[in-house]
């Protein structure tokens, strides 16, 4: 991956052979000079060429400049112009003159199309964005071509016959190749404005907002949602809300999702559960005349305060994993019913913090997520021990004691690989590098001392590419569907309807047996960097003899295999500070930066009888996580059903309540008065 400061010299060249090129179209304009005319013209295609394929990001830095795509086609051509009208005699204005004003008409036209492209997509622009919900009666379409939405890429498709018609009549003096050019460039235009204008006809535009807020409720009313959950964020925090998909889809009663990110609803992954996008805060109060009682929050946002103001539903926190970080005891949590986590150390954290949550209002869960995670069975059983490093990642604190990748993670996997008996798999989060570049930095260095390691380490592959293959695309058939590069909401709407029923029971089996598949693809002794949506981090964890981590939630995931696991302490702070500040860590081996102790790890991993801290895991298992019975996601869904009917008893009085505050009726008091006399 190049770095910020590598792109700099490639954007420079690129801005200065642009630059370069208009300059010699001008000079061989003015001249006039054909050869330098027919060269700069072709340097200037071909730069804007590369611009749209590669360097995308310095289009927008152009458009700021004021040198958008249109003043710099619009300059291309008007130089050719200033050169035809300069190759000859005077009298050459009269025969170009027609030239010219076929060329103005078809630049009238590419603003017609933008205007149409722009009333196009505000049509298709709906108050609410769906998955996995039959949303045809809101007249949904496939999108128009991506050319047609994009102005760029569509003048210089359009507008190339008549530039390059233009530099042939340069070339060879005859005026008929202009204009051949610019009437296939007027051709195209009058195509594509024909094409916006048909989709604007009223029966070809998908619904307005009243009738689509109409379909919204009937739609409520008719699948009556009970549990909800509620996630907001930006584009890499999705997995917030991925994790918490499959506890939802297994509760009882009628879930949904609800979103606030029109670009959110195509990150959430595969799932049964029906998803609402709801934009505008109009649009999500609707919800209060629904019939749903709960709403799960992953995370916390900007936006959850608005839907904290519907008053008939309740509310409970969930997070998205048990740490010791201080963003699990968030004073915001106090805004909600209920908080819930996995065991009573989260309920003592809460205590110790003194941010606002009652105690009362702490419901201990367990992670239903964790049901995947297989316990351990003693000693490696293979050939090699396999240690799984995940660290975490730099955090918006600048802590430097939050990831081990800065200080500590190159000394780690070199003290890994540098034992023959270890194979190591290496899990980086997604957020590495996106606050700290020396994480970032550290990360690609990491991965290429293991690409190192494995080229030492060359063995046979097994027999097992095929079946990964199958098993792929039969995983990818249930959980993608096919929906075209260029397919907007509106389409993928139409496209990602209601599933099939059985869906989720197949994709389940299908994972399962990928997930088989992949390990048994890989060699034995190769390390591994997993980076990927798959296999999953649980799937890892069934892989893993020993993990070492950082000070997060994962680290009280993997107690549920009851494995040994290693912390890395690049705080500053001594051991024993470190453990009593971190009670995740009371029973890990505490690694040093410098790698200190990753030898006893091993031995502790490969005979069990000197694991002197297997009693502290089991204990701080109970702790963390609660206890093993009854399981996480019977208690996950008997909190559920207590909170939604919590939820029915506060409408049903509030509704009493408003029934009492409202007036009698004018015309009731005449009839009264006569009654009583």
Same mark, same amino acid.
């Given at each position: 991956?190049?770095?910020?400061?590598?792109?700099?010299?490639?954007?420079?060249?690129?801005?200065? @052979? +642009? $630059?370069? #090129?208009?300059?010699?179209?001008?000079? %061989? !304009?003015?001249?006039?000079?054909?050869?330098? &005319?027919?060269? *700069?013209?072709?340097?200037?295609?071909?730069?804007?060429?590369?611009?749209?394929?590669?360097?995308?990001?310095?289009?927008?830095?152009?458009?700021?400049?004021?040198?958008?795509?249109?003043?710099?086609?619009?300059?291309?051509?008007?130089?050719?112009?200033?050169?035809?009208?300069?190759?000859?005699?005077?009298?050459?204005?009269?025969?170009?003159?027609?030239?010219?004003?076929?060329?103005?008409?078809?630049?009238?036209?590419?603003?017609?199309?933008?205007?149409?492209?722009?009333?196009?997509?505000?049509?298709?622009?709906?108050?609410?964005?769906?998955?996995?919900?039959?949303?045809?009666?809101?007249?949904?379409?496939?999108?128009?071509?991506?050319?047609?939405?994009?102005?760029?890429?569509?003048?210089?498709?359009?507008?190339?016959?008549?530039?390059?018609? @233009? +530099? $042939?009549? #340069?070339?060879?003096?005859?005026?008929? %190749? !202009?204009?051949?050019?610019?009437?296939?460039? &007027?051709?195209? *235009?009058?195509?594509?404005?024909?094409?916006?204008?048909?989709?604007?006809?009223?029966?070809?535009?998908?619904?307005?907002?009243?009738?689509?807020?109409?379909?919204?409720?009937?739609?409520?009313?008719?699948?009556?949602?009970?549990?909800?959950?509620?996630?907001?964020?930006?584009?890499?925090?999705?997995?917030?809300?991925?994790?918490?998909?499959?506890?939802?889809?297994?509760?009882?009663?009628?879930?949904?999702?609800?979103?606030?990110?029109?670009?959110?609803?195509?990150?959430?992954?595969?799932?049964?559960?029906?998803?609402?996008?709801?934009?505008?805060?109009?649009?999500?109060?609707?919800?209060?005349?629904?019939?749903?009682?709960?709403?799960?929050?992953?995370?916390?946002?900007?936006?959850?305060?608005?839907?904290?103001?519907?008053?008939?539903?309740?509310?409970?926190?969930?997070?998205?994993?048990?740490?010791?970080?201080?963003?699990?005891?968030?004073?915001?949590?106090?805004?909600?019913?209920?908080?819930?986590?996995?065991?009573?150390?989260?309920?003592?954290?809460?205590?110790?913090?003194?941010?606002?949550?009652?105690?009362?209002?702490?419901?201990?869960?367990?992670?239903?997520?964790?049901?995947?995670?297989?316990?351990?069975?003693?000693?490696?059983?293979?050939?090699?021990?396999?240690?799984?490093?995940?660290?975490?990642?730099?955090?918006?604190?600048?802590?430097?004691?939050?990831?081990?990748?800065?200080?500590?993670?190159?000394?780690?996997?070199?003290?890994?690989?540098?034992?023959?008996?270890?194979?190591?798999?290496?899990?980086?989060?997604?957020?590495?590098?996106?606050?700290?570049?020396?994480?970032?930095?550290?990360?690609?260095?990491?991965?290429?001392?293991?690409?190192?390691?494995?080229?030492?380490?060359?063995?046979?592959?097994?027999?097992?590419?095929?079946?990964?293959?199958?098993?792929?695309?039969?995983?990818?058939?249930?959980?993608?569907?096919?929906?075209?590069?260029?397919?907007?909401?509106?389409?993928?709407?139409?496209?990602?309807?209601?599933?099939?029923?059985?869906?989720?029971?197949?994709?389940?089996?299908?994972?399962?047996?990928?997930?088989?598949?992949?390990?048994?693809?890989?060699?034995?002794?190769?390390?591994?960097?997993?980076?990927?949506?798959?296999?999953?981090?649980?799937?890892?964890?069934?892989?893993?003899?020993?993990?070492?981590?950082?000070?997060?939630?994962?680290?009280?995931?993997?107690?549920?295999?009851?494995?040994?696991?290693?912390?890395?302490?690049?705080?500053?702070?001594?051991?024993?500070?470190?453990?009593?500040?971190?009670?995740?860590?009371?029973?890990?081996?505490?690694?040093?930066?410098?790698?200190?102790?990753?030898?006893?790890?091993?031995?502790?991993?490969?005979?069990?009888?000197?694991?002197?801290?297997?009693?502290?895991?089991?204990?701080?298992?109970?702790?963390?996580?609660?206890?093993?019975?009854?399981?996480?996601?019977?208690?996950?869904?008997?909190?559920?059903?207590?909170?939604?009917?919590?939820?029915?008893?506060?409408?049903?009085?509030?509704?009493?309540?408003?029934?009492?505050?409202?007036?009698?009726?004018?015309?009731?008091?005449?009839?009264?008065?006569?009654?009583?006399?």
């Amino acid at each position: 991956m190049p770095t910020p400061l590598s792109r700099i010299p490639v954007r420079a060249l690129v801005t200065a @052979l +642009l $630059a370069a #090129a208009f300059c010699g179209q001008a000079v %061989a !304009a003015l001249r006039p000079h054909v050869p330098l &005319l027919l060269a *700069a013209t072709v340097v200037s295609l071909a730069v804007e060429g590369v611009l749209y394929r590669w360097h995308r990001g310095m289009l927008s830095a152009f458009a700021k400049s004021h040198a958008d795509v249109t003043v710099r086609h619009v300059l291309r051509d008007l130089l050719l112009v200033v050169a035809l009208l300069r190759l000859g005699e005077q009298q050459r204005e009269t025969v170009y003159t027609p030239l010219v004003a076929g060329l103005l008409a078809f630049y009238a036209l590419h603003c017609a199309i933008q205007a149409a492209s722009v009333l196009v997509r505000r049509t298709r622009t709906l108050p609410v964005v769906t998955r996995n919900i039959d949303a045809c009666a809101l007249r949904l379409s496939p999108a128009p071509p991506v050319l047609l939405r994009r102005p760029g890429h569509r003048l210089l498709v359009f507008g190339l016959p008549a530039t390059a018609g @233009l +530099l $042939a009549t #340069a070339a060879t003096d005859d005026p008929r %190749a !202009a204009a051949l050019g610019i009437a296939l460039s &007027l051709g195209l *235009a009058l195509l594509g404005l024909y094409d916006l204008l048909v989709r604007l006809l009223p029966s070809r535009r998908p619904a307005g907002e009243r009738e689509t807020l109409a379909w919204l409720d009937a739609w409520l009313a008719e699948y009556r949602p009970t549990v909800g959950l509620y996630f907001s964020g930006g584009a890499s925090s999705a997995y917030q809300a991925n994790m918490w998909l499959e506890p939802l889809a297994r509760l009882d009663g009628r879930p949904l999702i609800v979103l606030r990110e029109r670009f959110m609803v195509q990150r959430i992954a595969p799932t049964d559960v029906p998803i609402l996008c709801l934009p505008k805060v109009s649009t999500l109060m609707r919800l209060e005349e629904s019939s749903l009682q709960v709403l799960i929050h992953p995370s916390n946002s900007g936006k959850t305060s608005q839907v904290l103001r519907i008053p008939t539903l309740k509310h409970t926190f969930v997070n998205h994993g048990e740490s010791d970080k201080l963003s699990s005891c968030n004073p915001y949590a106090k805004a909600y019913d209920e908080v819930w986590v996995a065991g009573p150390a989260a309920r003592e954290r809460y205590a110790l913090a003194e941010v606002g949550v009652e105690d009362k209002d702490v419901v201990e869960i367990g992670r239903p997520q964790l049901d995947a995670v297989r316990p351990s069975k003693g000693a490696p059983a293979g050939a090699c021990t396999t240690v799984l490093y995940a660290p975490t990642w730099e955090g918006w604190d600048g802590n430097p004691g939050n990831t081990s990748v800065i200080d500590a993670g190159e000394n780690l996997v070199r003290a890994l690989l540098a034992d023959p008996g270890v194979r190591l798999l290496y899990k980086p989060h997604p957020l590495t590098g996106s606050v700290d570049p020396r994480a970032g930095a550290a990360d690609l260095r990491i991965r290429e001392l293991i690409r190192a390691a494995n080229r030492e380490r060359a063995g046979e592959r097994p027999n097992g590419a095929e079946e990964l293959g199958l098993r792929t695309r039969e995983l990818d058939r249930l959980t993608t569907t096919a929906v075209r590069a260029g397919a907007d909401p509106v389409e993928r709407m139409l496209v990602q309807a209601a599933p099939e029923p059985g869906r989720a029971e197949a994709v389940a089996a299908a994972t399962a047996a990928w997930e088989r598949a992949y390990w048994a693809s890989l060699p034995e002794r190769e390390h591994q960097i997993v980076t990927a949506p798959r296999p999953t981090l649980y799937s890892c964890f069934n892989q893993a003899d020993v993990l070492v981590s950082d000070v997060s939630s994962v680290i009280s995931d993997f107690l549920a295999s009851g494995k040994p696991y290693a912390v890395a302490n690049t705080s500053g702070l001594s051991e024993d500070v470190f453990r009593k500040a971190f009670p995740t860590v009371r029973a890990a081996t505490v690694l040093t930066p410098d790698a200190a102790g990753v030898a006893d790890l091993l031995e502790a991993v490969r005979h069990p009888g000197k694991d002197e801290l297997a009693e502290e895991r089991a204990e701080l298992k109970r702790h963390l996580l609660g206890p093993d019975e009854p399981a996480s996601q019977v208690r996950f869904n008997e909190a559920v059903q207590a909170l939604c009917s919590a939820a029915r008893e506060h409408r049903a009085r509030r509704e009493e309540r408003l029934a009492a505050e409202i007036p009698e009726q004018r015309g009731a008091a005449p009839a009264t008065a006569a009654s009583e006399r």
